[in-house]
Each structure stands twice: as structure tokens, then as C-alpha cells.
């Protein structure tokens, strides 16, 4: 085709035209909202941080919160804090996401249907404690924390009912607790100076992920490897029969079979024994290692050059955690294990995460905690008239073949107070939406050796609304206020109406409690560093107070101290039913015990080890896959003697070929629109009763393995090449 | 002519029709899009500002501290009219301030029409620009909405309706306001010596 000079500038300017003209956007409608309510101080599109406490685990990590516009955009550490130093992990993070979680309760659920209708609840809730109290011991409460002041309440008021209470939480820290009673006194959890050590031995604890302190131990973590006043890296060896993120951190990961734990820290007590050392029971120098080699599939010369290592070392440590507690011995195992710090001539310090403040009127902590086997027993005696479920998921963590659903549909009252819909919100007759930590008051009174000098010191964190509340809602803590009120005198004697009041009647003083909200704890520094917290958002008629007063400490009790000291004279083993391999269920690093599932960066969040997302998988191990021809994606079933379970199939080279393992937290099927997938390994576990505690053996459950064919999908971060069709990427 | 030659000739007016056309509908479109529309109470400056007296800072009380001057919150007009005229809105008069009052009893925040908008490759600070013209004529702050903020949103205080001058639609903005356009802004920074560089504004 041949184009003239002009005509090509034609071309050219028309097409350009029509180009420019295609390009230009129509322009979004832009709306300027006037908020309902603007404090003076708030400056609009701009932030203010407020100091709160985190209450996602017992940890009690001092965290700012970034508000803009009323709307909390992030947290960060408070770097004075003794307990986190500034840091935050990924739990804390995420759980912006419960806040503004879209499957939050808006309203109240009358026998499923929904209601605003709360004086009606206050009243129903009155007539069940009333109720309650003319008949002791038929009412029940679940709950999966007693802490501060809102646990303190509960404790107060659960004993002005006569109801017990049942603390449910994978994973259990009962058998740790019963342990350090027979070693302390006091029904604890031990406390690791990780940082002051220089060869710390851990057998099986996750203490940089689960647990009570995974960012303080991370901390610590960081200062055993790297600190300044150091002369060389610290060195960590771990015993364990599964590599989890603590494991694989290790120098040297020594496989011991499920269980045994406490076994090899007989072993290596042995050994140190052999080579002089003193203290070591009696009954344990009798056992030879090669029985103990026997029980724990680890070679005597390991325990022996092992022990030669810890006798070289300036500051050896022994740790234990929740997961040697999950064994029918789990007792045991703990202690044998701070045993062997006492051998090192280690002090076995301890530390409380949970203690009660005490209330206006209140003497002493009422002992009103039972077992989960208690608990069980009495429902299938029918003795509840009531049951409160206060922010847990029985059905969901109970093992199937205890039958909660059956258990609680008996009863007559059924609660649920909850801030999302669950398994177990399904079968209440009423379910009250409760706040998350954001929007509510609260705290939580820590006594430990946290700071610099290892002196013992009892940390006070405040917990401050950071943003209005969600309509709809209220805190836990007030409902049970309201209720108590309307249930008369004998109830709410001396209480105030509101956690904001009883939180703050531990500091009369104005100017500690104005420094209280500054700072959101009570801390050994004297002084804050403005400039972290409002940069340069200084508001002219709303300048910094002038932190005038420190406050102190209020004094706090443990609920715990009812456990009774155990006696252990002689080795056991672990005890495991079924046939096959021991199932480990273990605690996700993204979903936790399961609560954290309806949160989509969690989900997202890659396992440490197998890098999975949005999907539970069986861990197999090597020697197993290699003798039934499993390969990874394959589908498999485990099969226990109460149930099955199926997923994707995860050979791997760091668990014991004794043990399969899945994670925790998939599985729901009411909880969301972002947990509705995977399977739960709870489910499938015998219901186990642990020795001496009453808590559940978590792991005590043998499954067999089969193949059901197929694959399955995972999506993961270690071969994603894998994941596409291989002709659409043939390597 | 051939047939080719024909239908090319077809096409290339078909084109410039399209264009045409084109730049036309979009040019209404945008001019509508900017131009005033009805907010969602009948809010009047000339009676709070003109009549009443009431200083700018009152009710944008972002605007001395912060970037954004922002709109008081339902809260904030409350605190006046729960006394001013409530007898007229009790009695079922004054419709715009029932429609407030309505806001308030419902919990729900007013979605206002944003007249003056800044494009988001802008970053413009209403404190920096304050500061420096009450720093030029310290009197300006007695009457801040005549000597401060008239020099960009003019005499607000005849406006009964909130508008933005409207010129040539800037079209690959959307912008049809000349005092937000970046003329205006490097005129005035000319003119009194503000910072010319190009990540004064744009970062």
C-alpha cells in the first residue's frame, strides 16, 4: 500500500488522538467521610501508636499498635520491653486479622438465630449462675486461659457458683506444671536462661515457636548464637523425634523415639554420673544405657561422648517443654529432665505467665480447676445443668471418641462466648460474640527472671483498647460483669461494672496510671523513648505527660499451685495404643492449636520445615515411604483405633522412623471462610488420660499407614517447579 | 478512485468520527464528574463561615497539624446542633439539619462529595502551607479563612455550595480545578519563594 507524506500525517495524529483520548481514565468518584466519633488528638490520615499488651499467648510481649483514622494498621515491639525487646512474631502480626476478621459474630445467637437483645442475655446468664449456686457442682466452664484480671474474675466468680473450670489447650502444660512442683515447690513453668548458656541441650521443645515465651526465647536465642559479651557461639544439640523449628536450628539433631525424652536425659544423667558427677538418683544409676539405648534407639556412646561435651562447658542447659509433657509419661519426662540441670549444677529457675491479680474483696485463689478427665467423667454423668464454653473449641480439639458433641448436646444450658462462629458455637443454645484484645481492657502479670539481673520480678502488662469497638460485640470479661450484677449481691459483691475499672483500681494514682497507658506496663526503666511511639505527630494541646510516677507491680496469685507434687522413684516409659507408628500431632507454626486458621496470612505463612501453605499434610518417614513406595503427594490414610484421617503424603529425613506427624490446625468445618479445608489430626487420637495429671496424652496414639491412591495437591516452596504440569516445564 | 483507496478513506473518517466523538463524551463525562454534585446534606459555609463567623480551624482541625484538613466528625456537628435549632427540628423543620441529626442517630458517617481533590502522585501538606503564611502575615490567624485558606479555596465564606472553580479538564488527571493544578501550585511556590525541585511535591 502506498501512503503519501500526507497521508501519513493524517494517520498519525488521528491514531495518536484516538490513543490519547482511549488513555484517559474517567476518574473514580472520591468520597471524604466525616467519622462519627474523632477523639481531638487524632489527626485524620495520620498515625498514633498506642502501647498495649499482646495476648495471643501467654508470652505477654509489650507491642505499640499503629491507628490511623481509627483503623489499626500494625504492630511492633516495644523495644524496652524485658520480655520481647521490640520484636513481635507472626501470630502476633496476623492477628490484625482477627480484628477485622469478616466472619466476626455481629450479634448475639439465640438458639442459632440472631439477636441484640443483650439485656435478655445478662438476665439468661444471671439465672444460670443463681441456678448454679443453689446446686454446687453443676456447672461447668471451659476456658482456654486464666489470666490477670479478667481470670481472676472468672476464678472469683466460677467459685460464687460453685462450677469448675476446665482449662483446655493443646498443647498442655499440666504435666510441666505437676513437674516442677516436685522440684520447686511451686507449679510453674521452668524458665531457660538460653542467652546466659553456652551448650544448651534440648530435648524435643519447640521454644522458638510454641510455648509460653517464643519471642523471649528467640531473643534469647539470638544472644546465645551472636551476643556481644560472648567468647564463642553457643552450641545446641536437641533430642527429639521429629525435627521441628527448634530442632532444626540445632547443631546436632540426635532422633529418639516418641516419648523418650526423658530417657535420654536419664541416659546422659548416666553417663555424667559415670564420669563423676554427683546427685543423680540412685534408681537411675541402676539402669544400664544400653537398656536405656534400648527404650530410646540412641547409641550409649552418644550419652557418653555427650556428657564429656557438658562437663567442658562453662554454663550447660538442659531444656524441656510442652511437647516431652504430651506423653502418657510426660510428667516424668520433665522431670528427669530439669533433674539433669540440677546434676550441671544448674538452679532451676521457674517463671509464671498467668497469675491472677487479686480483686476488690477477694482473699486467696479459690481452687476451682479441673482435669479435662474431671471434666469428662462428671459429663458423662450428667452432672452439668450448665456448661460456658469462654473463648475454646472443645469439639474441635477433643478427640472424636470422647464424644463432645454427644456430651454437650445433654446439657441443658449451653453457652458459647466466642468471637467467631466454631464447631462447638453450633450446638449452643446462646452464643455471645466477645471482642479480641484491640478493643478491650485487660492485662496480664508475669513473675520471672526477665531482665538483666535474673532478679525474680513480677511484670505488669496493661492491655488498652487500640480502636473502637466492633458493634455487636462486647469484652468477655464485661459480659460476665453485667451478669454477675444482674444475678444480685451474692455475685457481684464489691465489683465494679467494667474490666476498665478493675484494671485500674490496681493504680489510684493518676499520674501511674497515666504513665501505665504510656507505656502499657510496669518495667525497671525509668524513662520512654518519645520519639518511637509519635514521631513527629506531637499534637500541641496534647503533649507527652511527664512520666512522673513509676507504678508497681500489683500483686498476683497462680491458680495452679492445686497440683500435687509427683513421686517418681523409678524410669516409665511411654504407653501408646493402636498399631503402627506413633501419631505426633503437633503445633503449627502458622495455625497453631487450630484457632488461628480463619486467618489468611497464617494460612499462607510456609511451614519452617516442609514449606506447605493451606493444607495439612502427613509427615512419613523415610524408611517407611521407601517400604510402602509412597512418594510425596501421594494420598495416604492414617488409621488409629478411634477414627481416619487422610492428606498428602511428606516423606521425610527428620522424623523418627517410629513416628508420623501432622500438623494441628486444618480441618475445620465450621470456622470461616478461610479454614474450610484440610483435616484435623486431633480427631483420630485415643483419648488417653496422662499419669498423675488428668490432662489428655496428646501423643499416645499408634496409627497404621495405607495408601489410597492418587495425589494430592500441595502447594509448597521448596520445589515449585514440581508444581506446575510437567510438559508445560519439562526439566 | 479504487476500491481500496475508497475504503481506506472510509476507515481513516470512521476513525477521526470515532475520536471525536470519543474525546467529546469523555470530556463530558469528566466535566460532570467534577463538577459540584449534590452532597449528601445541603451543608452551607456561607451561613457557618459568612454568617456565624466560625473560624476554618473550628471544624477542619487537621489543618494547622497535619497534612490532610480533613471534616469534623458527626460528633463535632452535634455538639452545636443538639441546642442549635433543635426546637425547628423537633417541629419537623429544617430538613438538612434532621438529615444530620438522622446521621447521628443512626451511628453512620457522612460520605461527603470531595470537591478538591490533589492526584495521588501529589504529596501536598496543608501544615507546611499554613505555617508558612501565617509565619508571612501573623494577623492572617484571626481571620484565617481570608487571608489562609481563600488563597487556594477562595472566599469560602460567600460559597453556599462548596466549589471548585472549574476550567479546562485536565485530561489525564480528571482534574478540572485550576487551584489544584500544578500551574497553580509552581506559580505560588515561584512567586514566594518555595522549594521548585520536583520531590517537593512528587514523592
Not at chain 1, 482477627?98 to 459474630?105: G, H, V
Not at chain 1, 438476665?123 to 484480671?149: C, P, R, V
Not at chain 2, 485536565?170 to 515561584?190: E, I, K, Q, R, W
Amino acid at each position: 500500500m502506498d501512503i503519501s507524506r500526507k497521508e501519513f500525517f493524517q494517520w498519525s495524529v488521528v491514531t495518536g488522538a484516538a490513543v490519547a483520548f482511549a488513555g484517559c481514565g474517567i476518574p473514580p468518584h472520591q468520597a471524604l467521610v466525616s467519622q462519627l466519633e474523632l477523639p481531638e488528638y487524632r489527626l485524620p490520615g495520620e498515625a498514633k501508636w498506642f502501647a498495649t499488651t499482646c495476648q495471643e499467648c501467654a508470652g505477654g510481649c509489650g507491642v505499640s499498635v499503629r491507628v490511623i483514622d481509627g483503623r489499626a494498621k500494625k504492630l511492633e515491639g516495644i523495644p524496652q520491653h524485658p520480655i520481647n525487646h521490640g520484636k513481635v512474631c507472626a501470630q502476633g502480626q496476623s492477628s490484625l486479622q482477627a480484628l477485622y476478621n469478616p466472619d466476626r459474630l455481629t450479634s448475639i445467637l439465640k438458639n442459632q438465630n440472631p439477636s441484640q437483645d443483650w439485656n435478655e442475655v445478662f438476665k439468661t446468664l444471671a439465672s444460670q449462675l443463681n441456678a448454679a449456686a443453689s446446686n454446687k457442682g453443676s456447672m461447668l466452664w471451659i476456658a482456654d486461659s486464666l489470666h490477670g484480671t479478667t481470670g481472676a474474675l472468672m476464678v472469683l466468680l466460677a467459685e460464687r457458683a460453685g462450677a469448675k473450670i476446665c482449662v483446655l489447650d493443646f498443647q498442655s502444660t499440666t504435666a510441666v506444671r505437676t513437674a516442677m512442683k516436685g522440684l520447686t515447690g511451686k507449679a510453674e513453668l521452668p524458665y531457660y536462661p538460653i542467652r546466659e548458656s553456652d551448650y544448651v541441650v534440648n530435648f524435643g521443645s519447640d521454644f522458638l515457636l510454641s510455648g509460653d515465651l517464643p519471642v523471649h526465647y528467640a531473643w534469647s536465642y539470638g544472644e546465645f548464637r551472636q551476643g556481644k559479651n560472648r567468647d564463642h557461639r553457643g552450641v545446641l544439640v536437641s533430642f527429639a523425634p521429629r525435627m521441628n523449628l527448634t530442632v532444626s536450628n540445632s547443631d546436632q539433631w540426635i532422633p529418639v523415639r516418641p516419648g523418650t525424652e526423658g530417657w535420654a536425659a536419664l541416659g546422659l544423667g548416666n553417663a555424667l554420673s559415670a564420669l563423676g558427677k554427683k546427685g543423680w538418683p540412685g534408681w537411675a544409676t541402676s539402669i544400664s544405657l544400653e537398656s536405656i539405648s534400648k527404650v530410646t534407639g540412641v547409641e550409649p556412646d552418644i550419652f557418653e561422648r555427650l556428657a564429656k561435651r557438658l562437663l567442658l562447658a562453662k554454663r550447660p542447659l538442659a531444656v524441656a517443654g510442652a511437647e516431652n509433657g504430651s506423653y502418657s509419661n510426660g510428667v516424668w519426662n520433665t522431670e528427669m529432665i530439669q533433674k539433669l540441670n540440677q546434676l550441671l549444677g544448674v538452679p532451676v529457675q521457674s517463671f509464671e505467665p498467668n497469675l491472677l491479680t487479686t480483686l476488690p474483696g477477694q482473699k486467696g485463689i479459690p481452687s476451682v480447676i479441673i482435669s479435662i478427665e474431671a471434666a469428662v467423667s462428671q459429663f458423662q454423668k450428667g452432672k452439668f445443668e450448665s456448661v460456658w464454653v469462654l473463648e475454646t473449641n472443645p469439639r474441635y480439639l477433643l478427640p472424636k471418641k470422647l464424644d463432645f458433641q454427644g456430651l454437650f448436646s445433654k446439657v441443658k444450658n449451653k453457652v458459647v462466648f466466642s468471637p467467631f462462629p466454631n464447631e462447638t458455637s453450633l450446638l449452643a443454645d446462646w452464643v455471645i460474640p466477645t471482642q479480641t484484645w484491640f478493643e478491650t481492657w485487660g492485662d496480664r502479670l508475669i513473675r520471672g527472671p526477665f531482665g538483666d539481673s535474673n532478679k525474680v520480678s513480677t511484670l505488669y502488662n496493661l492491655q488498652q483498647p487500640v480502636v473502637a469497638e466492633r458493634p455487636g460485640s462486647k469484652a468477655l470479661g464485661d459480659i460476665l460483669l453485667m451478669a454477675a450484677k444482674n444475678a444480685g449481691a451474692s455475685f457481684s459483691k464489691e465489683l465494679p461494672s467494667s474490666v476498665h475499672e478493675l484494671v485500674k483500681s490496681h493504680f489510684p494514682d493518676e499520674s501511674v496510671w497515666e504513665n501505665m497507658l504510656l507505656r502499657a506496663g510496669t518495667w525497671d526503666e525509668a524513662s520512654l523513648d518519645w520519639e518511637l511511639y509519635l514521631g513527629d505527630n506531637t499534637h500541641p494541646l496534647f503533649p507527652p505527660p511527664v512520666v512522673k510516677k513509676e507504678g508497681k507491680s500489683p500483686s498476683g496469685a497462680s491458680a495452679w499451685n492445686h497440683l500435687d507434687k509427683p513421686e517418681i522413684s523409678e524410669a516409665v516409659e511411654p504407653k501408646f495404643f493402636g498399631e503402627g507408628q506413633v501419631l505426633i500431632p503437633f503445633y503449627s507454626p502458622a495455625l497453631g492449636d487450630g484457632s488461628s486458621a480463619n486467618r489468611p496470612w497464617m494460612q499462607e505463612l510456609p511451614d519452617p520445615l516442609t514449606t506447605v501453605t493451606w493444607t495439612h499434610w502427613i509427615e512419613l518417614p523415610m524408611s517407611l515411604c521407601k517400604q510402602m513406595e509412597i512418594e510425596r503427594g501421594d494420598v495416604v490414610r492414617l488409621v488409629s483405633e478411634s477414627g481416619a484421617l487422610t492428606g498428602p503424603a511428606y516423606p521425610s529425613p527428620a522424623l523418627h522412623p517410629d513416628a508420623v506427624a501432622v500438623p494441628v490446625g486444618q480441618g475445620h468445618d465450621h470456622y470461616g471462610m478461610f479454614a474450610d479445608h484440610g483435616e484435623n489430626p486431633l480427631s483420630i487420637l485415643n483419648p488417653v488420660w496422662q499419669e498423675g495429671t488428668g490432662e489428655l496424652a496428646w501423643v499416645s496414639t499408634r496409627v497404621k499407614v495405607e495408601k489410597v491412591g492418587g495425589k494430592a495437591r500441595m502447594t509448597t516452596w521448596d520445589e515449585r517447579v514440581n508444581n506446575y504440569p510437567k510438559d508445560l516445564m519439562p526439566l | 478512485m479504487s476500491f481500496e483507496q475508497k475504503l481506506l478513506k472510509t476507515i481513516r473518517a470512521l476513525i477521526l468520527i470515532g475520536a471525536i466523538f470519543g474525546a467529546i463524551c469523555l470530556w463530558v463525562v469528566q466535566w460532570w464528574l467534577t463538577h459540584p454534585k449534590k452532597q449528601p446534606i445541603a451543608f452551607s459555609h456561607k451561613i457557618h463561615v459568612g454568617q456565624r463567623q466560625i473560624s476554618c480551624f473550628f471544624c477542619h482541625t487537621g489543618v494547622e497539624h497535619g497534612d490532610i484538613a480533613g471534616v469534623p466528625s458527626v460528633q463535632d456537628c452535634m455538639q452545636c446542633h443538639q441546642v442549635v435549632a433543635n426546637e425547628q427540628v423537633v417541629a419537623n423543620e429544617r430538613p438538612e439539619i434532621q438529615k444530620l441529626t438522622g446521621y447521628w442517630e443512626r451511628k453512620q458517617p457522612i460520605e461527603w462529595f470531595k470537591v478538591y481533590k490533589v492526584p495521588k502522585h501529589v504529596h501536598f501538606s496543608h501544615k507546611v502551607h499554613i505555617a508558612f503564611l501565617a509565619k508571612r502575615n501573623p494577623d492572617a490567624l484571626k481571620d484565617p479563612g481570608k487571608f489562609i485558606c481563600a488563597q487556594c479555596h477562595g472566599d469560602v465564606s460567600q460559597m453556599s455550595t462548596i466549589a471548585a472553580p472549574v476550567g479546562t479538564v485536565m485530561l489525564l488527571t480528571g482534574n478540572a480545578n485550576p487551584n489544584t493544578s500544578m500551574g497553580f501550585c509552581v506559580d505560588c511556590h515561584h512567586a514566594n519563594g518555595g522549594p521548585m525541585d520536583c520531590t517537593a511535591c512528587h514523592r
